[in-house]
Nanobody, 125 residues
Framework: VQLQASGGGHVQVGDSLRLSCAAS????????MGWFRQAPGKEREFVSA????????FYADSVKGRYTISRDSAKNTVYLQMNSLKPEDTGVYYC???????????????????WGQGTEVTVSS
């Protein structure tokens, strides 16, 4: 499977962005799709995830109420709508997929087998 992330950019505090992650080579059915981000000098951190079958969603506390993850089965694509952006949201955002994810591991980057190339988000104050 290949994951292609897009939609990043340079925005101001309070602005919105929508990231996309399009998959090719394998259906995302039965997968868990996750978004992670990595700020300069920091470790990669969990942002959000969705279980494709059933649509259960998961969010880091830092983005709850501001970010929304969604999926489009017809397009084999997952989205991350990011509202009310803050400077601390700055980083490279990566999408990831796994088809054997257990609930307790959804927030663990090392448990995802397939990764996109990342898209950069910069939020300026």
């Amino acid at each position: 499977v290949q994951l292609q992330a897009s939609g990043g950019g340079h925005v101001q505090v309070g602005d919105s962005l929508r990231l996309s992650c399009a998959a090719s080579g394998r259906t995302l059915r039965n997968s868990v799709m996750g978004w992670f981000r990595q700020a300069p000098g920091k470790e990669r951190e969990f942002v959000s995830a969705v279980r494709w079958n059933g649509g259960n969603t998961f969010y880091a506390d830092s983005v709850k109420g501001r970010y929304t993850i969604s999926r489009d089965s017809a397009k084999n694509t997952v989205y991350l709508q990011m509202n009310s952006l803050k400077p601390e949201d700055t980083g490279v955002y990566y999408c990831a997929a796994d088809w054997n994810m257990i609930q307790s591991s959804i927030g663990m980057s090392r448990m995802y087998k397939s990764w996109g190339q990342g898209t950069e988000v910069t939020v300026s104050s």
